[in-house]
């Protein structure tokens, strides 16, 4: 998935991750557009931001 950063945060949107490609000091987020998986989860410890993208660009499992 390619999501867009962008030069401004994400109105309404607070993120702590600051190892993620897309944060901004202040706890914002850049990306142009956020996914939150998956589809039927039922508490707060299912989800996961699929936008998360460490900064250095590589996946770590």
């Not at 202040?26 to 990306?31: K, L, P, T």
């Amino acid at each position: 998935m390619h999501i867009e950063k962008t030069n401004e945060p994400l109105h309404g949107v607070k993120c702590v991750v600051n190892t993620c490609h897309y944060y901004i000091p202040g706890d914002y987020c850049s990306a142009a557009k956020i996914e939150i998986q998956p589809r039927n989860a039922t508490s707060t410890e299912e989800t996961d931001c699929a936008t998360f993208k460490p900064e250095n660009g590589s996946m770590q499992g």
